[in-house]
């Protein structure tokens, strides 16, 4: 990009949560573990502490990638069962989602932990971050329900007026990124 564009501005916006967190920790992805994270066991391990190093990683790997705006986007709120609204969850269906949206906050903090561990030792702030868990917390509006009030798959994501809140953070980020000194100037 740089080559073909010299005078464009990169903005990265990145998230690691919900997915990453069900590779992680679900049952259903032991295989996925063993394969292709160099795990010996697929269930002797702390999720915690292999989500910190991969995301350390992945932390690293963008500081040193050429941008102006680097923001991590925290996980939004994955919700249980009860207090969805669109539709009414059968007593009889599995819950295969977590029981406590909390959970999601626990990875959102490790993640928060190692950008600002990561800001103190280079004493510069290299990755900032928006939230989109307490944003999206109260909202569990978006459950892909069908017409006659089937219950979708994604139950994870938030709804419109979540995902319209996130789309002007990002954009004044951008803008106070771009034109910081018209901005603090305006009168």
Not at 107 to 128: G, L, P, Q, T
Not at 141 to 167: F, Y
Request: glycine letters at 4%; one cysteine or more; proline letters at 4%.
């Amino acid at each position: 990009i740089s080559e073909r564009q010299p005078r464009s501005k990169k903005f990265i916006l990145f998230n690691t949560g919900l997915h990453d967190v069900a590779k992680l920790c679900s049952r259903g992805y032991a295989p996925f573990r063993t394969a292709h994270l160099n795990m010996t066991s697929a269930y002797d391990f702390s999720c915690g502490d292999v989500y910190r190093s991969h995301f350390e990683t992945l932390v690293a790997f963008l500081e040193d990638y050429e941008a102006e705006l680097k923001v991590f986007r925290t996980t939004t709120a994955g919700w249980p069962k009860y207090g969805n609204y669109g539709f009414a969850w059968p007593v009889t269906k599995r819950q295969t989602l977590p029981f406590a949206s909390e959970f999601v906050h626990y990875f959102n903090v490790i993640a928060s932990d190692v950008i600002r561990r990561r800001s103190k030792v280079k004493n510069e702030k290299s990755v900032d971050i928006v939230d989109a868990y307490w944003l999206s917390y109260s909202r569990p509006d978006d459950t892909e329900v069908s017409a006659t009030q089937e219950i979708g798959k994604h139950l994870v994501h938030p709804g419109l007026e979540v995902m319209n809140v996130m789309g002007v953070q990002w954009m004044m980020l951008i803008m106070r990124t771009l034109c910081e000194e018209t901005i603090d100037n305006w009168k």
